[in-house]
């Protein structure tokens, strides 16, 4: 007994074509977009995380502040006690943290 073909099997390549490669790659490259914003604001918080240390040892941790808010609007800024001799501030932005370390007499 032969079966009919219900279907053109050029026609499935194209849209298996479109369906498969065209969309795979819109996830790749959305994927990507994700991580490379991921890590652009991980190194944005790490940046800061160390300047702001060093600036806070230095006396002008309230003139840097305003400007890395700006870059970073939800920054939040945690001084912890580390010890006499140094500075250490936690920055957290959404899910991210880091820490900054700065010797409290460094010039």
């Known amino acids: 007994m032969q079966?009919?073909?219900?279907?053109?099997a050029e026609?499935?390549?194209?849209?298996?074509?479109?369906?498969f490669v065209l969309f795979g790659q819109l996830l790749v490259f959305s994927g990507?977009?994700?991580?490379?914003?991921?890590?652009?604001?991980?190194?944005?918080?790490?940046?800061?995380?160390?300047?702001?240390?060093?600036?806070?040892?230095?006396?002008k941790g309230d003139v840097l502040l305003p400007e890395l808010k700006r870059d970073l609007p939800e920054l939040r800024i945690i001084e912890v006690n580390c010890?006499?001799?140094?500075?250490?501030?936690?920055?957290e932005s959404g899910d991210s943290s880091a820490s900054g370390v700065s010797f409290a007499g460094e010039s």
């Open 3 to 8: 079966f009919k073909k219900t279907r053109d």
């Open 83 to 91: 010890g006499d001799e140094l500075t250490c501030i936690l920055a």
């Open 32 to 59: 990507g977009m994700q991580l490379a914003q991921w890590v652009d604001t991980k190194l944005k918080l790490e940046l800061s995380a160390h300047q702001l240390a060093r600036a806070v040892a230095l006396g």
């Open 11 to 19: 026609g499935s390549a194209v849209v298996e074509f479109i369906v």
